[in-house]
């Protein structure tokens, strides 16, 4: 059910006999509820296994299930995603689809079938849900299939870079690990909290990680390859950050409140992304004890 690493880190954080619902296919419910969305966040690793964190978008359909063990994407929506790098079949693949107006998500493990004509064909291995745990309500705008991505490579976080982080309650974190006995792989999963819950200290993000599910699935994968992408969401602006760095989990730095221990990441290479999706899409709900990080 768990590899090494989601292990040990279970092990350090002293849960004991977790237990979780991981399916090797999609239910129907899954099935249904990627079919309806409008975006999808996923990951996939270049040619030396550094991980990237992409949002991919299209009208509802674009994400079709033509069978319980296999996802469609539209290929125009991965292509739309400039600086990701090129699909190949046998990658690993995590894919996350999340519904802001109602909180709802659900996240799948894959590896790239190939391209055939206009889609992307997936085989999933691992799918499963997660609670709404701090996620906030809100609506996104309507696409604009106009809308071109602007990428801009920074050197350093600029003020700019640094505002947005400080203003972010939203972002997503791309890692992996190794396969082994049917476990592991790629996967992009979400984090949330209120405004300024990101801070940066000495160069690095300073992240706080929350009491959550317990799988441990994003610490487990750092525990094994520190390598991650960030994908640090300004729904106001419809911009973003994409930060690739190392991480560092600080398993004996106590937090407040629901704040288990700390991470950081170094980063190494970033990108602002400009026209991501429409502005002003941020009608955003804070729902007090709600609020927290998927563990």
Known sequence: MFHPGELQAQQKAGYQQVKAALYPYMPEQH?????????????VQDGSGYPFAALIQGSPGFITTPDESHLSLQRSAVDAVPYLPALKEGMAFGGL?????????????????????????????????????????????????????????????????????????????????????????????????????????????????????????????????PRCALLIMDF???????????????????????????????PERILRLRQLLPAAGTDVEYAGSTLTAEG
């Not at 099935?31 to 990951?43: A, D, M, R």
């Not at 792989?185 to 801070?199: E, V, W």
């Open 31 to 43: 099935s249904l509820f990627y079919q309806g969305l409008q975006t999808f966040y996923i990951t």
């Open 97 to 225: 689809g999340i519904d802001f107006s109602n909180r709802r998500r659900n996240r799948v493990n894959a590896v790239v079938e190939g391209f055939s004509g206009d889609r992307l064909r997936l085989h999933v291995q691992e799918s499963f849900g997660n609670c709404p745990q701090y996620i906030q309500r809100r609506a996104l705008h309507a696409l604009d299939p106009r809308r071109s991505l602007q990428i801009e490579t920074l050197n350093s976080l600029d003020a700019d870079a640094r505002y947005l982080i400080s203003a972010a309650d939203t972002f997503f974190v791309a890692s992996h690990a190794p396969r082994q006995n049917g476990v592991g792989g790629a996967d992009i999963s979400h984090r949330g909290g209120l405004p300024g819950f990101i801070t940066l200290r000495e160069g690095k993000l300073f992240i706080p990680d929350y009491s959550g599910n317990r799988y441990m699935n994003t610490l487990g994968n750092l525990m094994l390859e």
């Open 236 to 266: 106001h602006q419809g911009a973003a950050l994409h930060i690739q760095g190392r991480a560092e989990i600080l398993w004996d730095t106590q937090g407040e409140g629901r704040v288990e221990r700390f991470w950081t990441v170094e």
